[in-house]
């Protein structure tokens, strides 16, 4: 079965980094675009980034762009998150979520989500 | 940005009884492959969110016969028939159009 476990959150300081990872089993990962959404405490969900199958298109949020990177090593089926200059307005539930759809077909539904890894950033 | 809004965002529901949630768009969400990229999530409490309904209408594996989705272009309905308890959580609607994809504000839905 699909499994998507993400680690590496924690409690870090504003401006300082972090780096999340996403182990997937279960499906090809390398046939299937990834991306990452997030839940800030008692709020909604947000898409942060994507990153298509083999890597070669990367899309991001306005609220990111510039200091998150989305990358995969297809290698290890993992999925990663380098998130840089870190804000409070950062402070979030970060899930790991696959698509639906295989290869380049068009569309960005998600069809399984990780169980999420909290991300607090505070002084 | 496409933007999602959803209506009502609190839904007490008597089990037993339907409800319903409805998701517009800023734009429409057909594509030119015919397809229309409308998805419905619900995240039930402490779990993450779960598929529903993608491409408006399309039941997910696994997900009750009385949930169903409608709609076309830029306004959209999820229906659930003889609610259950274990149907309480927030529903989201989501475009899977285009980069940045947005979600709706959420609906909570509750038993009376």
């Known amino acids: 079965q699909v499994q998507l476990v993400e680690s590496g959150g924690g409690v870090v300081q504003p401006g300082t980094s972090l780096r999340l990872s996403c182990a997937a089993s279960g499906f090809t990962f390398n046939t299937y675009g990834v991306q990452w959404v997030r839940q800030a405490p008692g709020k909604g969900l947000e898409w942060v980034a994507f990153i298509s199958f083999q890597g070669s298109n990367q899309y991001y949020a306005d609220s990111v762009k510039g200091r998150f990177s989305i990358s995969r090593d297809d290698s290890k089926n993992t999925l990663y998150l380098q998130m840089n200059s870190l804000r409070a307005e950062d402070t979030a539930v970060y899930y790991c979520?696959?698509?639906?759809?295989?290869?380049?077909?068009?569309?960005?539904?998600?069809?399984?989500w990780g169980q999420g890894s909290p991300v607090t950033v505070s002084s | 940005d496409i933007v999602m809004t959803q209506s009502p965002l609190s839904l007490p529901v008597t089990p037993g009884e339907s409800a319903s949630i409805s998701c517009r768009s800023s734009q429409s969400l057909l594509y030119s492959n015919g397809n229309t990229y409308l998805d419905w999530y619900l995240q039930k409490p402490g779990q993450s969110p779960q598929l529903l309904i993608y491409l408006a209408s399309n039941r997910a594996s696994g997900v009750p016969d009385r949930f169903s989705g409608s709609g076309s272009g830029t306004d959209f309905t999820l229906k659930i028939s003889r609610v259950e308890a274990e149907d309480v959580g927030v529903y989201y609607c989501m475009q899977a159009l285009q980069t940045p994809i947005t979600f709706g504000q959420g609906t909570r839905l509750e038993i009376k």
């Open positions: 979520a696959k698509l639906r759809h295989s290869y380049d077909s068009s569309g960005f539904t998600i069809d399984y």
